[in-house]
């Protein structure tokens, strides 16, 4: 990379309590040093509030996501949907929910003879598992996990995928996993269950914050 390229650096926390003190710092110094690995980069610009410039900024506590008015279902036909994706992260629910992947995403899976792989495919209630575990974690809000993504399980399933695989390379290792935007076609059984279409919508617009699958501390998961 050469001297003078401007990159991006997307941080995301999970503790409401962190924001204040991590702003405050990096406001009070200034254009700090970022050392990543071996690079050093220097701090130009920080934003934290979404834009038509800015849509990776975004800043909501945990109370506002469970606060939010509950979703209304507005069911689109196949071909208003192919006009125009509605991000899911963006916490909209419709007949189906759609996710950008941007960075390499993946779910370790066991194998009946007990190897761990990689499975790099956007599986609903894979998916569904790693946000509501983050988001019982740390949100103070607990859902049901096992009954959560059993409903996920009888009511979504996969619409449409624009996917490809891709290794991200760490320091001593790879990881294979899959980037591209994914469809999820919701039942008519799961639009009926409002309670449930509204902690799914919820944990959707989280997996902004948490990302999906494995090592999102590193960079992996970015979802969209």
Known sequence: MAAGTECRLRIALLDDALFRPFSEAILSLGQPAIRLGKAEFLLAR???VESDDEPEARYETYQELVDREPCTVDRRT???????????????????????FTSPTAFRVRMSAGERVNWPLPDPVRCARSWVRRWNEFSGFPFDEDALCAKVEGGVGLARHDLRTRMMQ???????????????????????????LRQLRTLARYAFYCGTGI??????????
């Open 170 to 196: 760490f320091p001593r290792t790879r990881e294979l996993g899959f980037v591209g935007e994914v469809d999820w076609h919701l039942t008519k059984h799961a639009l009926a269950d409002e309670p449930f």
């Open 215 to 224: 090592k999102t501390a590193m960079g992996m998961g970015a979802t969209m």
């Open 46 to 48: 920080v934003t934290c």
């Open 78 to 100: 196949t071909a208003d949907a192919a006009e125009g994706p509605v991000h899911g992260s963006r916490s909209t629910v419709h007949d189906g929910m759609s996710f950008r």
